[in-house]
Structure formats: C-alpha cells, structure tokens
C-alpha cells in the first residue's frame, strides 16, 4: 500500500473511543443516527465499536455496517483485542458491510508489559503476528495498534510494526494512549517509524492520541509533517479523560492552512485542493448531533463549534469584522455549516415550512416524528415571537429518539422566594401505569423537584452535574439543561430544553432517570437468562 499518499484519512472513533466518556453512552438508534452523520460528514473510516466488548455493542457494530457501510459509503472498523474471541467477533459483526476493517491492538511499553500484560517483549512480538495473520484470514484490510506506542523503547516498536505488516497489517496506528507526548517528540517518532521500519511502505501510518496536556491536535499535525496518513478522532474531541484529538479542529487546520501543508503531503504549495474528503459545512450540525445524543456540552470557547467562535465583543474586533470578515476571522462560519440566516419562522409557518427548514438543518425525521416535533415548534412559537435556527435544534433534539419514557412527567409546579421555602409537587406516570404525586422542600426550586422525583421513583443515584445553557439570546430564550447522575460508578446523563428552565430542569432529570431505569431493568434480565 503507498504510504506517500496526497491526502489525509480521516479515522472516526466517535461511537467507540468518544462513548467512552464518562455518561456518553449510546444506545442503538443514537450510534445509527450519527454513523449515518459521520458518514454525511464525509469521514473515510467509522470505528462503530468494539464488538466483544457486550451483545449491545455487537448490535451496534453490526447494524452499522448493514445499513451505513455501503459501497460508496466509509470504511466500517471494530476495535479487537488480540484475542482470537475479539477478532472473530469483529468479523461476525462486521460481516454486512461493504468496506470493513478488524483494528487489533496490544500494548507494546515496557511498563504495560511488566504491569498489566505481565509477559514478555518476544511473547508480545509473536501473539501481535499471530492476531494479525488471523484477522487477515477474515478480511484484506487489518490495522494493528502497538498500545502506548509513545512509550515504547523505539527499536522494539520497529520490530513489532515489521513483522505486524509481514502479517498483513495495512494500516499501522501509533497511539499516545496517555497522552504524555509533545509535538517535536511524536514528529520524530513518526519521522523514525518511516525511515527505520523496512516494509512501511505496503502500511498506512496512522496516529491516535489523548489530549490530557492539551497537545493532542498539535501533535496529530506534526505526525502529519512526518509521514502520518491517516488520523483517528472524534466529533468534539469527546472520549476517555481529557478526551481525544477532535475532529473539527484537525479538519479545519488542514484546510485553513492547506498551503502550509501542501509540501509535506507532496503537493505544489499553491494548490487549492483539500487535504481531506470532510464536507465541512457538515462539521456544525454533526457536532450539535453528537452533543445532543451523548449529553456532553461543547464548552463555549470551543475551537470550530463553540458558541463563541465566531463571537466578537471587542469594539475593535466588531469594527473590523464589519468592514472585512478576514481582519479578525480565519475561516468564514459558513464554511462549517453555520448560518447567518437564524430568525425565519413564527407562530404562523406552516408544517411544509417547518419541513422545509429541518431538511436545510440536517435532519430526517419520520412523519410521526415531524409531527411529534412540529406541536412542539407551535408550544415554543405561541411564547416566542420568532424562532431561529438554534432553537428549531433544541426542539428536536428534545423531542425526538429520546430514552422511551418509563417515568413520564405530567406536572411540576413550584412555590419560591427570599421569605419562603422552595416546595415543589411533580405528577410522574410510572413504569407500572400508575399516576403517583409528591411533593418535597429543598434548597432551591430544582432541588426540591429532584427531591420530590426521586420520592416517586425510588432509584438511589447521586446528581454529579447540573448545567444550564441558554440556546439563544433574550428574555424569551430556550434553555437547555443537562444533567448527569451516577449510580454503581456507572454515569447517566439527560438532557432537555424548555423557555420554563424550571420545566427543562425537570425533564432532564426524567430522561436521565429513564436512561439509568432502562440499565438497571437490562442487567436484571441478563443476570435472570444466566440464571435460568
């Protein structure tokens, strides 16, 4: 395989490493519903899980490959350990799709060998070309991953990519699995691989990275300078710790400043042509996506997707932007799939109009789910004199592929202020058909709704996380509110948004609740089919 290849891959691992984060996990439809995003996105490769890890995430790989890895669609990769169990799962899993990729792994540092594999450099060098040769008895394409390759002593690491490409390896991923290494170091540790391991040329050189010191973009584009082709991360940067290298901000790098990295991919410095197959007008609406369904908010002074970045406070920069966009902006927002034209509709816009509008945003909703959708446009409608963009995005996200609604709210009301106790009475319909009410006293008014749901409910968890954004500016602003719980170290989040915060507030609480219900009542029948 040529490694000397103009252009970069782009490896999504947002359904895999990105769940990963603490609270963000998918179920089914929720990964469906961003593989069939990524794949929009335009993303060369979706990682869609890993499928021996348990039956739901076997499910997950298996029906993204059926129903997104089509022939013109992106290649679909399971992660395997290199356990001839994991591989074989991989490739069962895998197996509807048209382009599919099994991406093995085994750690390779001194410390990992010692600690956790507990066997040697020679045992480790023989099972990583034993698993190798057995993925490729599945399926051509195989990728291999010596885990916390940053801390490998470097010789060894050439032996173990020699002979994993020997096997059959076509892409070779070099990981900072802690995310320990800086810029300079990772470039040379790319630049090394390419100059000291012999058959690099028939692999692919990959790179996938954590941001624990904030370095994990810029190492990612230094790799780029040395020789890396291929870069695994995800929407927003979300995943384990710190997260990983994010997708948008090494995209848009790329693009911005093509020129610059024209000449390391083997191009004339002036050409205009991208350096990845990212649709980036897709960039916004995927990362709103993935926000949405995993519960973990884009912090305002994101680069690319944060509220903020396209925001100007400064009296010098407003000036500036208003007279010419390029004196204090590197890319247009445009570019990332953000309109300008946010207010267009009103309590009088019709359901085409509605449609019509969903369909410019991203979204394919069914006729009941536009249905379901469009009451709720009217409830915001009739309280908000106009509805932008943003705010059409928060009622859909809060009213379609939502947890099923095991307990539902019928009612909240509130009694609160300087010279009273904050009381709150909630109407929950339960699991069981019946319509239960309760009331409790707490610090604040959400206080005393959790109070007084969880009264009702019953279901031990603790409140980690209360958050509350607003969508829009105004006094008639739709808030957001997202929420996470923990139970059994296992994290649960909700999300809902209102223009009544208090309301919002509440919802939230419910969605997370149902998602933890849903996980409690799951384990329960696993643990009664063991049983029989």
Known sequence: MDNS????????????????????????????????SLSRLGVDVIEAGFAFASPGDFEAVQKVAAQVGTEDGPIICSLARAIKADIKAAA???????????????????????????????????????????AKSFMDDVEFSPMDAVRTDSEYLYQVLEATIA??????????????????????????ICDNVPNIDRAVVSVHGHNDLGLAVANFLEAVKNGARQLECTINGIGERAGNA???????????????????LGRPKESTEPLTNIDTQHIYKTSRLVSNRTGVIVQPNKAIVGANAFAHESGIHQDGVLKNKLTYEIMDAQSIGLTDNQIILGKHSGRNAFRTRLSELGFELSETELNKAFI????????????????IEAIVSDEIRQPPEMFRLELVQISCGDRSRPTATVTIHTPDGEELTDAAIGTGPVDAIYKAINRVTNIPNELIEFSVQSVTA???????????????????????ANTDIIVASARAYIKALNRLYAALQNEQKLESQVGV
């Open 246 to 264: 994010a997708l948008e901000e090494l995209v848009m790098a790329l693009h911005v400043r093509r020129q610059y990295f024209n000449p390391f």
């Open 92 to 134: 069962e899993a895998l197996q509807p799709a048209a382009k599919s990729r099994i991406h093995t792994f085994i750690s390779t540092s001194d410390i990992h060998l010692e600690y956790q594999l507990k066997k040697s450099r020679s045992e480790v060098l023989d099972i990583a070309q034993e698993m190798v040769a057995y």
């Open 5 to 36: 290849k103009d252009r970069i891959i782009i490896f999504d691992t947002t359904l895999r490493d990105g769940e990963q984060s603490p609270g963000a996990t998918l179920n089914v439809e929720e990964k469906l519903e961003i593989a069939h």
């Open 376 to 391: 709720r446009f009217k409830e915001v409608a009739d309280k908000k004199k106009e509805i932008s963009d943003w705010d």
């Open 474 to 496: 105004g006094i008639d602003a739709i808030g957001e509110v997202t929420i996470r719980l923990r139970h059994d170290d296992k994290v649960y989040s909700g999300r809902a």
């Open 167 to 192: 096997a059959g390896a076509t892409t070779i991923n070099i990981p900072d699995t802690v995310g320990y290494t800086t810029p300079t170091e990772f470039g040379a540790l790319i630049k090394g």
